[in-house]
């Protein structure tokens, strides 16, 4: 039978190793968002991304614009997180 204490007991426990997990994401240490994570990094300029030579800007640009008009359907965390490590990108490319 499932008592209430020790479904309790276990998200206590859950809780605890993931805050105990240095590797474990500043953004919810509850749910673990790799490309989050990825676009946490790039907008707070700990990792630097540079665009491709082969990379048109304006087509960075007309993505982001796409994106945030929803053309690609429903955000998702994926599409979230590229549209904002592309953001980072066109901004480091204006403040040059």
Do not use: Y
């Not at 998200?11 to 946490?40: E, F, M, N, S, W």
């Not at 707070?44 to 945030?68: I, M, N, P, W, Y």
């Amino acid at each position: 039978m499932n008592d209430p204490d020790d479904h309790h007991d276990r998200d206590d426990r859950d809780q605890d190793d993931v805050d105990g997990d240095p590797g474990v994401p500043d953004t919810d240490p509850r749910h673990i968002d790799p490309a989050g994570d990825l676009a946490d990094l790039v907008e707070s300029g700990d990792l630097k991304l540079t665009l491709d030579d082969e990379q048109d800007v304006d087509e960075l640009r007309e993505f982001v614009e796409q994106a945030e008009a929803g053309e690609f359907g429903p955000a998702d965390p994926a599409l979230e997180a590229t549209v904002r490590i592309a953001r980072a990108l066109l901004e480091d490319l204006d403040d040059e």
